[in-house]
């Protein structure tokens, strides 16, 4: 794997090759001009941890003939097998399906379990816990026959993401439905101007001894980053499970049918990720950073996130959940409305030996949620809470967790690091304000200038 970040000359008689079927190859003229197109933009130097390590330009640099415009799950799965490592840059145009065959016709969860033997009615009379206990993990055939289903429909609506690759939307209405783009293990991506929807495990597991009252647990983050992915941008995204909201579940065995898993998951020793200027609405699980409270999954020494200028609208919990790294998390906007479809848990969880500095964020709450919930003890020591605010108003929010904890719960000020790679950090006041119109999918590549960072 190449991590192409420094400028590349770029011929235009090399590198044009036929394009995937179905996307068309574009020679970009405004690579000879001034402006630089949207496509071609780089993490600016110092946004975040992603600017180290030869910083994030994704397929910045990619010659005219790996160009990719799509409109297809098939064909954007067509242009990185194609393109490899090489720099690239894959727009998406209209909604792509991630449940979808190969000339783009929709795909049901029937039509996965199709000559597996599963079935709903069958699993939940098998693993019924009057009939199965609370005691073992499913097995035998209906288990079986649930994860050969559910390996076929990851087979179709799990992408993966080589390195050097920019995936852009072409305007604001570009989106990714149910569709989850994995990058494992690979280095230099961009992910940005998308519309993140609907992403839901047809095939849940059953799970009776997890937690007291057993669990469904499912899989397919909206974003992977695992396996030692690094030098990630994560920038104007919107991850929502419209129209599948999580209320909207039946429950078996006493416990909701949960089909939703992450949004942008970091794990198993990736690192160097910045996230910014995306919109998160209406989802219970964010950011799960961190695999396990255990040392030998490669975490120590990795996980370094910075998180700057989102919005999180009515979420659930982890913003980040944070295991082993380090997290920057300043000038985002936590939103609660009274009708909100997701119970909230906490924003900043604090997980084993992990570093937390949480600085000029925006809360903007109603009664339902108070200061002393918006962190949550995972095991960890230590967060540094500076300058927020909630309804506009300063609150020192590591004390006043403190002083709702149990003395065996208590955390500290993290006085071991301090970030330094930021943009401008802005009063916590001015964000709600700063943010309304600039994040998630705000960008037009068919106009060809630079609207926002």
Known sequence: MRNVAAVMTISLGIGLSSAPAGASVVVNAGLAGGRIPLERQ?????????????????????????????????????????AGDEPKIV??????????????????????????????????????????GWDT????????????????????????????????????????IG???RIDGERNVIVRNLNHKAVSDCFPQWDPTDGSDGNWNSEYDMVQIINGASNIWINHNYYTDDPNFDDQAPMYFGRP???????VDIT?????????????????????????????????????????????????QRAPRLRWGHADVYNNHFIRNDDARVPFGYAFGVGYDSHIWAEANAFTFGPS????????????????????VINRRKVDLLAAYNANAAAELQLVSDSSWRPTLRTRVHPAQAIPGLLKRKVGPVLTLDRGRKRHR
């Open 369 to 388: 949620v108070d200061s002393t919930r918006i962190i949550k003890h995972w095991k960890g020591q230590a967060i540094t809470t500076i300058g927020n």
């Open 257 to 263: 049918f949960q089909q939703h898993d992450g949004s």
């Open 137 to 176: 993990e499913p097995s035998g055939g209906p288990e079986n026959a649930r994860r050969q289903s559910a390996e076929n429909q990851k087979n179709t609506m799990v992408i993966e993401v080589p390195s050097n690759t920019t995936i852009i939307g072409a305007n604001p209405k570009a989106s990714l």
């Open 42 to 82: 780089t993490l600016p130097m110092r946004d975040g941890f992603a600017s180290m390590g030869g910083g994030t330009s994704g397929g910045a640099y990619a010659v005219p003939g790996r160009v990719y415009d799509v409109t297809t799950r098939a064909q954007l799965k067509s242009a990185f097998d194609e």
């Open 179 to 181: 569709l989850s783009l």
């Open 268 to 316: 198993y020793g990736s690192d160097l990720v910045t996230v910014s200027y995306n919109r998160f609405a209406d989802r219970d699980k964010l950011m799960l950073v961190g695999s396990t409270d255990s040392p030998t999954a490669g975490d120590p020494g990795k996980l370094r996130v910075t998180i700057h200028h989102n919005e999180f609208i009515n979420i659930g």
């Open 91 to 132: 727009r998406v145009h209209g909604a792509l399906l991630g449940n979808s065959d190969d000339s783009g016709n929709p795909l049901t969860c029937e039509d996965y379990a199709r000559g597996t033997g599963y079935t709903l009615d069958s699993y939940l009379a098998a693993y019924d816990p009057a009939v199965w």
